[in-house]
């Protein structure tokens, strides 16, 4: 099992913690960050609008959006890459905008883009990270041996990073993140790569992870991987469409979901309308239902209009149907399928 220290225990020696102003008073201690109006521009190109986020301690929480949402900008600016434009926002209570050095000494940060050094060794990356937050001698080396252990990487502690696999290179770069003990951990499309084992392997260790106390922060465009967070904001053009944990969000929609497969969507749609006082969503040539006891609606579509319908699915609402309802359109991330 992965131990982490408890917010208690005094820092590692060496460690730097970067404190000039106070933590802001009214942010509770419960509350890992928050946002209020947070927005952000790219010239003329608005990637973020009037962003208000909450996010507590001790969660797992996923930032989803397809590509050019806004999830990886806000990434940015929660892990101090980019200076704040507008807005107010906290991490772990330290003003994001004034107190950008205290963030980085409590954070630690796995970025979407490999960040090894593959001509050294597995021991080498960790503890060079180490020391770049003035971690060394003794206790960088305790550290390092605790973590290589509880990601099941003891026996490669002197390979090449360049050999391991990329499943492998992903605990690396976990334990990289970790090596100074950080309240917060904040991951950039973590899974992007993997395999299916190393990707359930991943979500594993960082379960284990928050049980010990660590709060995750992640972005991504897999609906699937979104579900396993305890809650998610659904993020699109830069707006804030949904906030809430998965099995919330679907039961919001309502009923079953009815997909529906057609040579003539749009002239369908309106007659399921019209027959049956439905509201048929029309999408990428599909036609999108929602109705309570969605199994005895089969049927009667099929009986109405017979020889129009060439498939009809019935599912239970996903995170994809409430993007559907909060934006009206489907969602543009990458789907994979395992």
Do not use: C
């Not at 593959?118 to 503890?127: G, P, Q, S």
């Amino acid at each position: 099992m992965i131990t982490q220290a408890t917010n208690t225990k005094p820092a590692q020696p060496g460690v730097r913690r970067t404190t000039s102003l106070p933590p802001s008073a009214h942010v509770p201690d419960s509350v890992a960050i928050e946002t209020r109006g947070l927005s952000f521009r790219y010239g003329q190109r608005v990637a973020l609008s009037e962003l208000d986020l909450t996010i507590s301690r001790g969660e797992i929480f996923a930032i989803l959006g397809p590509n050019g949402g806004g999830k990886t900008t806000l990434f940015r600016l929660l892990s101090t890459l980019v200076p704040m434009q507008t807005g107010t926002a906290t991490v772990l209570r330290f003003d994001l905008a004034r107190e950008r050095q205290s963030i980085r000494s409590q954070i630690g940060v796995v970025f979407q883009a490999p960040s090894l050094d593959r001509k050294l060794t597995v021991a080498e990356n960790v503890d060079l990270q180490g020391r770049l937050y003035g971690l060394g001698g003794s206790s960088l080396r305790q550290r390092r041996d605790e973590l290589l252990a509880q990601f099941g990487l003891s026996e490669r502690v002197n390979e090449l990073t360049e050999r391991l696999s990329g499943g492998l290179r992903r605990r690396v770069e976990i334990a990289k993140g970790l090596v100074h003990s950080p309240e917060l951990l904040l991951l950039d499309e973590p899974s992007t790569g993997l395999d299916p084992t190393a990707r359930n392997d991943l979500w594993r260790y960082l379960t284990e992870l928050r049980a010990a106390g660590t709060t995750i922060v992640f972005t991504t465009h897999f609906l699937d991987e979104a579900a396993v967070s305890d809650r998610l904001a659904i993020l699109s053009e830069g707006k804030l469409v949904a906030l809430g944990a998965p099995e919330e969000l679907q039961a919001s929609v309502g009923g079953d979901s009815i997909t529906i497969e057609t040579e003539d969507s749009a002239n369908l749609a309106a007659a399921i309308a019209q027959e049956f006082g439905l509201a048929a969503r029309e999408l990428e040539g599909t036609i999108r239902l929602e109705v309570p006891d969605g199994h005895r609606w089969i049927a009667r579509l099929v009986e109405a209009f017979p020889g129009r319908i060439r498939a009809i699915r019935l599912g239970k609402p996903t995170l994809e149907d409430v993007f559907i309802a909060r934006t009206g359109h489907r969602f543009a991330g990458e789907r994979r399928d395992s």
